[in-house]
């Protein structure tokens, strides 16, 4: 599970629930068609938020702490059926008929509105807002793309903004958080309706507890063997008896002692 890719998902939901016309109906990464999405929901706008594909720019398994990218989607439809009765004149039977009090061009000024709404919300918006700009601290490209359907009874109008963004490394493993990753954890807990994933979230970032060179090690992507033979790692073996207690170097102009450290 990438923590960053949750993170964002999570502060972009909670930024802007409320705060657009689509109101409470923000969603995060739904599965549905967003044929589906509009069937389910009425003539009401929503909003599907989701985060797709990420590059990491890696130096063999150094990937915590990797550059990388991935790309933010939030899409937006308007649309609705509903089922209505076919006077008998007319055939009798059943039949979906748009329940949308709009035209098309109140359709797309719905959707340019909602567009606003959003990027006002994460330019100038809040706690949360705040917390999304500095995860995903370097948006590189944005994308629009319109939609629209009309088929099998179901109209709608749509529209999809990719924002490819650069965004700060994962958290440790094996670390208790810090950072924007603790500020997360804080806000979640802090609102009702996230409140209850802060343990699992906590969870799988910490996961079991790891000593310090342990982590060092998995930021750098290094075996534990390599790891101890940089000197970086401490001298007893992973199982069975210590290797060495104590390890002197000796240099012309020092010495230097190093003590083992004891290894879970």
């Known amino acids: 599970m990438s923590i960053i890719a949750y993170a964002i998902r999570t502060c972009l939901g909670a930024a802007l629930v409320d705060k657009t016309l689509a109101q409470g109906r923000v969603y995060d990464s739904a599965v549905q068609p967003i044929e589906e999405m ?6 009401k706008p929503f909003i599907v938020i989701s985060t797709d ?3 990491l720019e890696v130096k063999g398994w150094a990937t915590l702490d990797a550059p990388r990218s991935i ?3 939030i899409e937006i439809a308007v649309g609705g059926i509903v089922q209505v ?4 004149e007319e055939g009798g039977g ?3 008929r748009l329940d949308i009090p709009h035209t098309d061009e109140g359709l797309e ?3 340019n509105m909602i567009g606003r709404q959003i990027w006002r919300e994460i330019q100038v918006g809040g706690p949360w807002s705040d917390l999304l700009r500095e995860i995903a601290f370097w948006p590189k490209e944005i994308s629009i793309t319109r939609g629209a359907n009309a ?3 179901i109209r709608y109008a749509a529209r999809q903004y990719v924002i490819q963004a650069d965004t700060i490394a994962e958290p440790d493993f094996g670390a208790e958080p810090e950072g924007s990753i603790a500020r997360l954890l804080a806000l979640m807990a802090a609102d009702p309706r996230l409140s209850k994933d802060v343990p699992l979230l906590e969870g799988m970032i910490v996961g079991e507890p790891l000593p310090e060179w342990r982590r060092r090690q998995a930021d750098l992507g290094l075996s534990a063997a390599s790891y101890r033979a940089l000197g970086l790692g401490p001298l007893f073996a992973p199982e069975g008896e210590p290797l060495a207690q104590r390890m002197t170097i000796v240099r012309p102009d ?3 002692i190093l003590e083992a450290e004891p290894t879970p």
């Open 109 to 111: 000024t719905a959707l």
């Open 151 to 153: 088929e099998q009874g």
């Open 38 to 43: 509009v069937n389910k929901q009425g003539a």
């Open 53 to 55: 594909d990420e590059k």
């Open 71 to 73: 790309n933010i989607v």
């Open 94 to 96: 059943q039949a979906l």
């Open 85 to 88: 009765d076919i006077p008998p």
């Open 254 to 256: 020092r010495t230097t």
